[in-house]
């Protein structure tokens, strides 16, 4: 089994060889002072620059994790990010029936099993139908389409990098999240034949 230092270098390489890059010129770069500014911005970065951000994000964490300061700044805001998950539960405890069936055809597509989304979505919208935002619902929405277009290549890297994130001492608080953003991407590995990629 790889070290530590083994799987971090493994990680990064298929971050690299999965993610695309920009040409090579100076405004293109990202250093690790902007990717402390990023982590928590990942939502406002635009649609077409998220994948060549969210790689550069990712592989500076694999250096820059740990809990001493300035590193850890926002470092759970990549995670919670990853995790739709998470992000379903907090956003559509008010979703309409219509909503629900969207959001569930949405997951279908997918290759998700869709009875067994709805009945989990209808339980939680059930047990707790507190307000929610239509903003929120909408920024749930959209960052479910935004990864849809994620290839199970980038899909399976990402995976990867959440492994390896689980075992990080300082993001021990957020384990829960972690493998609940793990659940998602590792259904989104699987091409669509069904076989997981990587």
Known sequence: MPGQEDQKELVRQILYDAFP?????????????????????LHGIKDEDIAFVLKNVLIDLLDTHTIEEPHNVSADFVTQYLDVEGLIKESYLGLSDDDLDML?????????????????????RNIDRKHVSDAEKRECMERIQLFSTFT??????????????????DLFYRKDEIESAMRYWGERCKPTDGRREG
């Open 152 to 169: 199970p290549k980038q899909a399976c890297a990402i995976y990867k990098w959440l492994e390896l994130a689980l075992e990080w001492e």
């Open 104 to 124: 569930v055809t949405e997951f279908q597509q997918r290759g998700f099993d869709a009875e067994a989304i709805k009945r989990k979505l209808t339980y939680i």
């Open 21 to 41: 890059d920009l040409p090579c010129d100076d405004s293109s770069r990202i250093t690790h002072e902007d990717c402390l500014e990023i982590r928590g911005l």
